[in-house]
C-alpha cells in the first residue's frame, strides 16, 4: 500500500504517526548536530524548510521511535534539550509594536511550558533570561523558521520594514553573548541579509545555504525521486499512459533544476507532491503566490527580462539583501526564480551562472510580470495571446503585430520609461508566456540582434527603434547582415519597427521578405 503524500504537513511527528511519505534527510541532519553549533539557512518558500525545523525538533527531544528505520535512529543519543522555537509564520508584524508584543507573548507561552514564570519588561530580556532558565536543565536548543518574515512581509512599508529588521536585529544578537548556555542554533529563511545588519550582532552563524555538502538536505534529488515515488509513478504511467521515462523527463523538466552549489539538481517537494496527487502538470508553486515586494522591485527598477537568460553573479552580489538597496537579481535568486546553473572560479571571485530552474518557475513569473503589466480583460488578452504563435506559423505578421499592440495598449501609463529596453523586455514576457522561443540581444561580428523568432520554416527578425522610423530599423538589419546566420533554405523576414513614446506603443512598421 502506497504511503500518503504529505501534503500540507510540516510536523515530522504527525507525518509519522499518520503513516505519510518522508523522505530521509536524517543523514544531513545528524551532521548538523554533530559538525556544529550555529546555523543558518536560506532557501525559497515551500522547499521543506519548517519540516526540517520540525524534524530538528523531534530529534532533541528524544523521540527516538519516530526515526526508526531512518538514518539518524541508531546514530544519536536522543538525549532529551530544553527547546525554543519561534515559527515566524505565526508571530504578528503589523507594525512594530504588534511585532514586540507578539514576540513576547511566543516567550511567555515558552515559559509556561516549561512551568516558569516570565518576568522581564522587554523581549530581549526575556529571552535572554529564558535561556539561562532554560539551560538549569540542560544546554538550549534555538529553532527559528522563518527568521525574516516580519521583513519580507512589510517590504512595501518601508518604515515598517526597516524598524521590523531593527526589533529581530536585537533579538537574534541576544543569542551570542549566550554561547555558554546553547547547544544548537538553527535560523531558517528565505532571504540572507549581509552580516552588517540583521545579523551584526550574531556573526558566529555558520551559513550553509551555498554550502555544496547540504545542498541536496532540503528538495528531492532524481534518485529520492525514483526511489521514495515508484509507485506514484508507475500509477501516472498506467493512468495517463505515460512512457516512464518519458514522464520523468516531462517531470524533470517542469519542476526539477534548483541547485544550490552542489553536484545534484533539485525538485520543488511541494510541486512534486501536488503532482503524484493530480497527475497533471501545472504551476503548483505559482499558486501559492508571487511575493508583492518582488514585482514591485521588478516594476521599480524596469527590469529587462530578458537578461535573466544570460544572468552571471558574483557570490558577493547573490547573497546580498538590503532593503534600502535592493538587487532584483539577488531577490530572484533567493525567493527561487533563478538558481545556480554553473559555478566558476576567476581572479575576483566565484561567478555564478543563473537561469530559471524550470518550466513551472519560468512560466510562474512571466504569467506574474504579465498580468500585472496589462490592464485590459483577461479573456481578451488570452485570445489574443493564443492567436500569436498561429499567427507567426501563418506569416500574419500584420496579425501578430497588432496582437503586441494590443496589450502594450493594456500597460498603465506610469510604467514606461523611455528606454528601447523596457520596451523589449515586455516583448520578450509576451513571447516566453505564449510559448515561442525567441532570440534577444544576438551578437554577430558588427552588430547586435533585437530579437529573431524561428519558427519552423520561417525565421522573423526583428529591430526596434524608438523615436526613430521603421525605414531605419529595416536598414540596421539589412547593414549590419543580422539574416546572414540563418540557414539559406528558411524563409526570412525582416521587420523594422517604429516605437513611440507619446504613443506608448508601437507607432510603424515594415516588412522585407527575403528566400
Known amino acids: 500500500m502506497k504511503k500518503k503524500l504529505p501534503i500540507g504537513k510540516k510536523d515530522f511527528k504527525n507525518l509519522i504517526e499518520d503513516n505519510c511519505l518522508y ?105 535572554s533570561k529564558l535561556i539561562k532558565q532554560l539551560s538549569e536543565k540542560a544546554k538550549v536548543v534555538i529553532l527559528i523558521d522563518e527568521y525574516d518574515k516580519p521583513i519580507i512581509d512589510t517590504l512595501t ?172 537579481e539577488a531577490v530572484l535568486f533567493q525567493t527561487g526564480y533563478l538558481t545556480i546553473k554553473k559555478k566558476m572560479d576567476t581572479p575576483r571571485g566565484i561567478l555564478y551562472k543563473l537561469h ?29 495571446l493564443l492567436e500569436m504563435e498561429a499567427q507567426l506559423e501563418a506569416e500574419d505578421i500584420d496579425g501578430f503585430i497588432e496582437n503586441i499592440k494590443f496589450i502594450f495598449s493594456g500597460i498603465p501609463n506610469v510604467l514606461f520609461v523611455k528606454k528601447e529596453a523596457y520596451y523589449s523586455s515586455v516583448i520578450y514576457t509576451i513571447l516566453a508566456l505564449v510559448g515561442i522561443n525567441a532570440e534577444f540581444e544576438q551578437m554577430n561580428n558588427i552588430g547586435r540582434l533585437d530579437c529573431a523568432i524561428k519558427i519552423s520554416d520561417k525565421v522573423y527578425i526583428f529591430e526596434f527603434k524608438l523615436n526613430q522610423s521603421a525605414d531605419d530599423a529595416l536598414k540596421q538589419i539589412k547593414d549590419k547582415k543580422y539574416s546572414e546566420k540563418y540557414d539559406k533554405g528558411l524563409k526570412k523576414y525582416l521587420i523594422g519597427v517604429e516605437l513611440c513614446d507619446n504613443l506608448r506603443n508601437i507607432k510603424n512598421y515594415v516588412i522585407e521578405k527575403i528566400e
Open 23 to 127: 523522505i530521509d534527510k536524517t543523514e544531513y541532519l545528524y551532521r548538523l548536530i554533530t559538525e556544529g553549533y550555529y546555523y543558518f539557512l536560506s532557501r525559497p518558500r515551500r522547499f521543506g524548510k519548517s519540516l526540517m525545523v520540525s524534524t530538528l525538533e523531534n530529534i532533541f527531544s528524544g523521540n527516538k521511535e519516530l526515526f526508526r528505520g531512518l538514518y539518524i535512529y541508531d546514530k544519536w543519543h536522543f538525549k532529551k534539550y530544553p527547546i525554543i522555537k519561534i515559527d515566524f509564520n505565526e508571530i504578528k508584524k503589523d507594525t512594530p509594536i504588534i511585532l514586540e508584543k507578539s514576540l513576547i507573548e511566543r516567550l511567555q507561552e515558552i515559559y509556561a511550558e516549561n512551568n516558569l514564570k516570565y518576568e522581564a519588561e522587554t523581549y530581549k530580556s526575556g529571552f
Open 356 to 384: 530559471y530552474p524550470n518550466l513551472e518557475v519560468k512560466n510562474s513569473l512571466i504569467d506574474n510580470l504579465l498580468k500585472t503589466y496589462i490592464n485590459k480583460n483577461n479573456n481578451e488578452t488570452d485570445k489574443k
Open 157 to 328: 512599508e518601508p518604515e515598517i520594514c526597516k524598524q521590523n529588521r531593527e526589533i529581530l536585529k536585537t533579538f537574534y544578537g541576544t543569542i551570542k553573548a549566550l554561547d555558554e548556555y546553547i547547544q544548537f542554533c538553527l535560523l531558517t529563511g528565505v532571504t540572507k541579509f549581509s552580516k552588517t545588519s540583521i545579523f551584526s550582532d550574531l556573526n558566529n552563524l555558520y551559513d550553509i545555504s551555498l554550502d555544496n555538502g547540504f545542498n541536496s538536505m532540503l528538495g528531492y534529488t532524481d534518485e529520492e525521486l525514483e526511489k521514495y515515488f515508484e509507485e506514484y509513478i508507475d500509477d501516472c504511467c498506467k493512468i495517463q499512459g505515460y512512457d516512464k521515462k518519458k514522464l520523468l523527463q516531462k517531470i524533470k523538466r517542469w519542476y526539477n533544476g534548483y541547485n544550490f552549489s552542489g553536484a545534484d539538481s533539485l525538485y520543488n517537494p511541494f510541486s512534486i507532491l501536488l503532482f503524484f496527487k493530480t497527475y497533471e502538470f501545472k504551476n503548483y508553486w505559482y499558486e501559492t503566490g508571487t511575493p508583492t515586494f518582488l514585482l514591485n522591485l521588478l516594476y521599480e527598477k524596469q527590469y529587462d527580462l530578458s537578461n535573466l537568460e544570460t544572468l552571471e553573479l558574483f557570490e558577493s552580489s547573490l547573497g546580498k539583501f538590503e532593503i534600502e538597496n535592493l538587487s532584483a
